[in-house]
């Protein structure tokens, strides 16, 4: 069983430029929530995604932007890249019907993809 | 807002020993979640202990267990016979149970946890 699967692992990318990082949740879910984990911080959250629709967003700039695919995979994309976005990025996924629910509510991240940002 | 707190930077610990981790959160809520989660060397976050705070009993997951004072606004990671593989950084994260923002974690900063041989 396929944990949740995040591509690429590092890159490196120059101020001003664009990215696109790739997840792919856990088999059998369906919700994917991306976060960002500065160097000796704790992960902030940046978006959910359900349904292919943002379901829910934290406190970042229109510069980071989302996709979620009819498989249920999905797509951080953060645009004019700054040197303060230099961070681990981390995709959670999980089951939407267990989110709601007292019982269950398990959420499962990935390794992270480094982006450096020079 | 949630807030969560860990105000231990870095704890260290002997190996079978037993070493206690901290962690306050500020809420309104009265129903929640709260989890302990580790994060090796690999970067990926892994759950260890969960924690809904309408349950009085303290959760425990074989070494690990919690001390959840929900007045007090605590949740405590007690770690047992500590083991060299335990060594990691260990964030605490609040949820809400429902309502805006009741769909992502709130993460304290981290504690780093070394096991000395």
């Known amino acids: 069983d396929a944990g949740v699967t995040q591509s690429p692992t590092h890159l490196i990318k120059t101020r001003g430029q664009q990215v696109t990082l790739r997840c792919s949740p856990k088999?059998?879910?369906?919700?994917v929530s991306w976060y960002q984990q500065a160097l000796g911080q704790g992960p902030q959250f940046i978006f959910q995604?359900?349904?292919?629709?943002?379901?829910q967003r934290g406190n970042f700039p229109d510069r980071f932007s989302g996709h979620q695919f009819p498989n249920y995979s999905s797509e951080l994309n953060v645009n004019a890249l700054l040197l303060g976005d230099s961070a681990l990025y981390l995709c959670?996924?999980?089951?939407?019907?267990?989110?709601?629910?007292?019982?269950?509510?398990?959420?499962?991240f990935g390794e992270g993809s480094w982006l450096t940002v020079v | 807002a949630q807030t969560v707190t860990q105000s231990q930077p870095e704890m260290s610990v002997q190996e079978a020993e037993t070493v206690t981790l901290s962690c306050t959160y500020d809420?309104?809520?009265?129903?929640?979640?709260l989890f302990w989660y580790k994060q090796p060397p690999s970067r990926q976050m892994i759950l260890v202990i969960r924690?809904?705070?309408?349950?009085?009993q303290n959760a425990t997951e074989n070494r690990f267990s919690v001390n959840f004072q929900k007045a007090a606004k605590s949740f405590s990671l007690k770690i047992s016979d500590s083991q060299l593989g335990d060594a990691a950084m260990y964030f605490c994260?609040?949820?809400?149970?429902?309502?805006?923002?009741?769909?992502?974690?709130?993460f304290g900063k981290g504690t780093k946890l070394s096991v000395i041989p």
């Open positions: 809420t309104s809520e009265s129903d929640y979640y």
């Open positions: 995604y359900y349904e292919e629709e943002e379901r």
């Open positions: 088999s059998g879910h369906d919700t």
């Open positions: 994260a609040y949820r809400r149970i429902a309502g805006a923002g009741s769909y992502q974690l709130t």
């Open positions: 959670a996924s999980s089951l939407n019907r267990e989110l709601n629910r007292y019982s269950g509510n398990t959420i499962y």
């Open positions: 924690q809904e705070a309408y349950k009085q």
